[in-house]
């Protein structure tokens, strides 16, 4: 494994530092008062950040170029800094059009959808004209094991009659959001991996309704939010199915893989910011007489934090190259792995980022609350850390299984 970069990835990291230093940055309180009061709109100036994010060559990154010519050319190991970058500030990925859940939505779309799925979603949300929401937790049964989610799609002719109630739907709150993808069950009698299925609902389909923005931590996370949904007796066209009844399962582990890895660099990223501004603010601030870095508790904290922040960057660039190199499939450990120890390390070193700043770590002064809330979340989204766990603990303990 060489995780040295290439030429062309420190190219693309000093210009994303750079587009970010100039033009985000210098925003990032105003982005912030802005959505406290406006939860629902996008920031005025955010569509032309994007535009000159696309001029710049600074688009889609994320998207592998074993998808041709949708993709900018990189692999998940050569975008895995730049996502750490962007990490270092909540609205940079968006800017890119790198923000989840619209990544994972569109690799799903570029990976299994039809050349007219293509054209109606993924081209606009490529194009950063729309963005999007992806439907599986539900609100009646633990859906960190997908065979219990309850949501139906039944077969009506030439339609799919949907019925069922999804919560934690991250951006269908969006102002700009116009597409579901959606999981559910089209036969509930077949073997338990075979039941589901993934359709794609437009957001205004009739019978679709928005019962209330979920609050995380006590904020709504504007602009994009987290919504619970009703869908009653949602009817879309048969060609809304992806890759026909049954494969739910099989485009749901397909999407996961390399969304963990951008989730777990963004984490990185907001970590290393935190472990700076810790940094910072041990240099500048006095107790007792003595600036707190003189503390030797205070070094040992800032110490095990650059520790653990390149411990997991390191596993997380192992497990992209191996996706790279061999799939997901084969990945599958060093991908839980990650998703293990990333947001546990970045909810301990922003932790210890917070505790030095005092009263001011958990104010709007710092972007350090925001950064625990976001990883505090990721340990439960995509998969909560005892399910990996238990997945991880029980592959490797095969590898010891007594024949009987």
């Not at 692999?75 to 994972?104: Q, W």
């Not at 504007?222 to 048969?238: C, F, M, Q, T, Y």
């Amino acid at each position: 494994m060489n995780f040295e970069h290439p030429q062309k990835t420190l190219d693309l990291i000093e210009k994303v530092d750079q587009f970010m230093n100039k033009h985000l940055f210098p925003n990032e309180q105003k982005v912030y008062e802005f959505h406290q009061n406006n939860p629902w709109k996008n920031y005025p100036e955010m569509e032309n950040w994007k535009k000159l994010a696309k001029a710049e060559g600074l688009w889609n990154l994320f998207l592998p170029k074993g998808y041709g010519d949708l993709s900018p050319g990189l692999t998940n190991l050569e975008y895995a800094p730049l996502a750490e970058k962007m990490g270092r500030l909540a609205f940079a990925s968006e800017v890119f059009n790198c923000s989840a859940p619209d990544t994972g939505n569109m690799e799903t779309l570029a990976k299994y959808g039809t050349d007219a799925q293509k054209e109606k979603w993924l081209k606009p949300l490529m194009n950063g004209e729309i963005r999007s929401a992806f439907l599986m937790t539900e609100p009646a049964v633990a859906s960190s094991d997908a065979t219990n989610i309850e949501t139906s799609i039944v077969k009506d002719g030439d339609h799919y009659v949907i019925n069922g109630r999804k919560w934690w739907s991250s951006g269908a709150m969006n102002p700009h959001c116009k597409i579901y993808i959606l999981m559910g069950k089209t036969d509930f009698t077949v073997q338990k991996h075979q039941q589901q299925s993934m359709i794609l609902v437009p957001a205004n389909t009739p019978g679709v309704k928005i019962l209330r923005a979920m609050q995380v931590f006590g904020s709504v996370d504007s602009p994009e939010g987290h919504a619970e949904i009703e869908l009653k007796n949602v009817r879309v066209p048969v060609e809304n199915i992806l890759l026909g009844e049954g494969r739910g399962f099989e485009i749901a582990q397909g999407r996961l893989g390399p969304g963990r890895i951008h989730h777990c660099m963004r984490l990185i990223g907001a970590s290393q910011r935190a472990l700076d501004l810790m940094c910072k603010r041990a240099n500048q601030r006095t107790a007792f007489g003595r600036n707190l870095i003189k503390f030797s508790s205070i070094r040992q904290e800032i110490a095990k934090s650059e520790c653990e922040i390149q411990q997991a960057r390191l596993l997380t660039f192992s497990a992209a190259d191996k996706i790279d190199q061999f799939g997901a499939k084969e990945a599958t450990n060093l991908i839980a792995m990650i998703k293990i120890t990333a947001p546990k390390m970045a909810c301990d070193v922003i932790d210890r980022a917070i505790q030095i700043h005092g009263g001011m770590g958990v104010s709007q002064d710092t972007p350090l609350a925001a950064f625990y809330v976001y990883a505090r979340c990721i340990r439960l989204a995509d998969g909560p850390d005892e399910v990996h766990m238990f997945q991880l603990g029980r592959n490797l303990a095969k590898k010891h299984e007594i024949q009987r």
